[in-house]
């Protein structure tokens, strides 16, 4: 893949083609993340020289030491960043400069900062000291329950920033041992709130009016209760509709960017140590982490974030999307609309409910991997407390403050990375993890490639019954703990994502299977996706060294019929009226108009397909008819064949001109 890299920091140039980009991935503004490489015909990965005016830079090699790492400057950490997303932001919320122009622009900054340096260095030494102290005194093991219940009262004390941290180190097993990521899991629920006087002084501000002016009722005890603010229910005055307001902590942000600058500080410390353990600096996960808080911390991109979130699913029947008050929303409050439905930790009440436990859990996964493949933008919250039940069978969502953004880069490795799982190649599967940003550019994958085998072949052997993204990524949290490995923070969102959704499954239906529902999601993707880069991976499936696979093309089509029969039988479908059928995106037939029709133009164009194609139809010096046979009457019920020769014939012209241009080009360059 060439890559081309925009370096300003206000990314003024146009894409080079916007046919390139996922649309949601074009946001300039509020701190949104645009397109930072657009993608060419072959996968090498390197910077090419070219007359655009645009300025052009490598990726960055590893430095030669870890000193010349560090010494960095303040900004290189977040330029890292983006060249690993495959986007820069062109509106920042953070940048280590910003934060500490901030911090010190106050009064009494100076002595703020050491009283709150002193608290956080003694509370955290202690209790490094009583670590110590175990290990010297051989009960480090048998103590462990208690010191995670210890440390995450501690990350209570210290305040929200360290809520928060708390919530991120839950889920980075290359930063935390499992047994205290387990405990720090509890933050993500159990916060305690401030009082109501407090927060409906906030509103007040905020909105600038009294709140018996626009609402007629307002709960008298918070609905839940988080790092940054908590929510009430409350009606409308104007409407009596029903909403949810989201506000946010007193006094928090001078105490959120405070706590940054120290972080950041401190983290220069250990510079030397994530180096050695992550393969990065610690100002890197440091930036990171406030990249991401700063932008939860202003609701403003929250709502921004359900608008998007709407526009994604707004065909799709099954997912519902609350829409935001905006003229009644600011940086510090959110007014939303209020969903009325059972909470996922509640099984027996889904099953009272009438509600199809089986047909919901199928809607679940199927939005979770639009979002993750489709769309590249994806809640990175979905705790069992932001996930609903609708009494139709629907899913709905709720809380977008923490999203995540997959460039189009990153969604294209990841389906590589599926494609070479598929296949068994443990080699491009190690090297994608370096093109994710998991390991340092440059890094030896050889010792990883038996790890990454191993854990594979024990997972993948049990086959779908038994597989489950738990019992793997358990055993990645140990590969992560031996091998310098950093968890990119969209990553190990999407990780968290995957699992939580996994756990809800499990919770609603035991003998649910995740994986017999993402399977045929992807296989439908990879046959129907007109994408050119989805076409390749295809390309790739289905040959293995060389040769035709048969059996697997079958079961690919196979698979995606199921998915395209599990979604348009979904309950959710037949018992949601509200809109007309003619305006529901829901597929009633497996189609493969395009992908016929971009088969055959490669046919002809590709001289290397076809003599794959031909190959694998003589195969053992015998005609495989048969197999012909065979995958055209998996198809023959699915696919309108005049409509396909007719749009076979429509393209016949453009085919033709590339045939002859090819033709021509073969004929000067022979000369």
């Known amino acids: ?19 390139n980009f996922d649309p949601f991935n074009t946001r300039t503004a509020g701190g949104r993340a645009v397109p930072l490489i657009t993608t060419k015909k072959k996968l090498r990965v390197v910077a090419k020289a070219t007359t655009d005016s645009r300025t052009l830079v490598p990726l960055p090699r590893p430095s030669s030491t870890a000193a010349s790492t560090a ?29 500490r122009n901030k911090v010190l622009e106050s009064r009494g900054a100076i002595l703020s900062l050491i009283g709150r340096g002193v608290e956080i260095v003694w509370n955290l030494g202690f209790y490094w ?62 916060v305690p709130s401030f009082p109501n006087q407090v927060a409906f002084n906030i509103m007040e501000e905020e909105l600038g009016q009294p709140l018996e002016a626009l609402f007629s009722k307002i709960s008298s005890e918070t609905i839940a209760a988080a790092s940054l603010g908590q929510v009430y229910r409350a009606t409308l005055r104007a409407s009596g509709e029903d909403v949810a307001i989201k506000v946010q902590r007193p006094q928090i942000e001078p105490i959120i960017y405070r706590d940054l600058f120290l972080f950041r500080n401190l983290a220069s410390f250990l510079n030397g140590i994530s180096l050695q353990k992550l393969g990065c600096n610690a100002e890197l996960i440091v930036d990171e982490f406030g990249e991401k808080l700063l932008e ?23 997912v519902k999307i609350p829409r935001v008050y905006k003229q009644l929303s600011g940086s510090r409050v959110l007014v939303m609309e209020w969903i009325d439905g059972i909470r996922c930790t509640n099984p027996q009440a889904v099953k009272e409910a009438g509600i199809d436990v089986n047909g919901f859990l199928t809607v679940g996964v199927s939005a979770a991997l639009r979002q993750l493949l489709e769309f590249g933008l994806f809640h990175g919250d979905p705790h069992p407390g932001n996930i609903f039940a609708l009494r139709d ?71 779908l019954s038994d597989f489950n993204f738990r019992s793997v990524t358990g055993k990645f949290n140990q590969l992560v703990y031996q091998y310098p490995i950093r968890i990119p923070e969209r990553f190990s969102l999407v990780i968290r994502s995957l699992l939580t ?39 790739q499936v289905l040959f293995k060294d060389g040769v ?25 479908l037949q018992v949601n ?52 046979v065979d995958v055209y009457r998996l198809v023959e019920d699915q696919i309108d064949i005049p409509l396909v020769a007719m749009e076979v014939a429509r393209d016949l012209p453009s085919v033709a001109r590339d045939v002859m241009l090819s033709w021509s080009n073969s004929i000067l360059s022979d000369r």
């Not at 081309?4 to 146009?14: D, G, K, L, M, Q």
């Not at 499990?506 to 003998?511: E, H, I």
């Not at 992908?595 to 139809?617: P, V, Y």
Request: charged content about 25%.
């Open 393 to 463: 069978g629907r899913i709905a969502y709720v809380d977008f403050g923490n999203v995540a953004v997959l460039s189009q880069q990153n969604k294209q490795i990841l389906i590589d990375a599926v494609v070479h799982a598929v296949n068994e190649d443990y080699v491009e599967m190690a090297n994608d993890f370096t093109r994710l940003g998991f390991l340092a550019s440059g890094t030896d994958v050889s010792p990883i490639i038996p790890a990454l085998e191993a854990i594979w072949q024990n997972s993948a052997g049990k086959g």
């Open 577 to 628: 009226n509200t809109r007309r059928s003619s305006d529901l995106q829901v597929d009633r037939k497996l189609d493969l108009t395009d992908t016929i029709k971009d088969g055959a133009r490669m046919f002809l164009l590709d001289e290397g397909i076809r003599r794959q194609l031909l190959l694998a139809l003589t195969e053992d010096s015998k005609l495989h008819i048969q197999e012909l």
């Open 71 to 99: 010494s960095t400057p303040s900004n290189s950490a977040l330029e890292q960043l983006d060249i690993e997303r495959g986007v820069c932001v062109p509106f920042r919320k953070y940048t280590p400069d910003l934060v």
């Open 501 to 539: 959704q996994e756990g809800i499954c499990f919770t609603l239906q035991p003998d649910f299977k995740f994986l017999e529902v993402a399977y045929p999601y992807v296989a439908k993707r990879l046959l129907t996706d007109p994408n050119p880069a989805l076409r390749e991976r295809l390309i």
């Open 1 to 19: 893949m060439e890559l081309i890299v925009c370096t300003a920091r206000t990314c003024s140039s146009p894409p080079l083609s916007s046919s």
């Open 129 to 190: 000291s009583s670590l110590m102290y175990d290990c010297l005194v051989g009960r480090d093991k048998e103590v462990v329950p208690y010191r995670a219940r210890q440390l995450r009262n501690l990350l209570c004390d210290l305040g929200p920033s360290f809520i928060k941290a708390g919530q991120v180190l839950a889920n980075r097993p290359d930063i935390i041992r499992e047994d205290y990521m387990n405990e720090l899991c509890i933050l993500q629920d159990d």
């Open 548 to 572: 035709f696979q048969w059996k697997r093309l079958e079961n690919l089509i196979v698979l995606a019929k199921e998915n395209v029969a599990k979604m348009s039988s979904n309950p959710a």
């Open 296 to 318: 939860e911390l202003d609701y403003t991109l929250e709502a921004r974030n359900i608008e998007d979130f709407l526009e994604n699913f707004k065909d799709d029947p099954t």
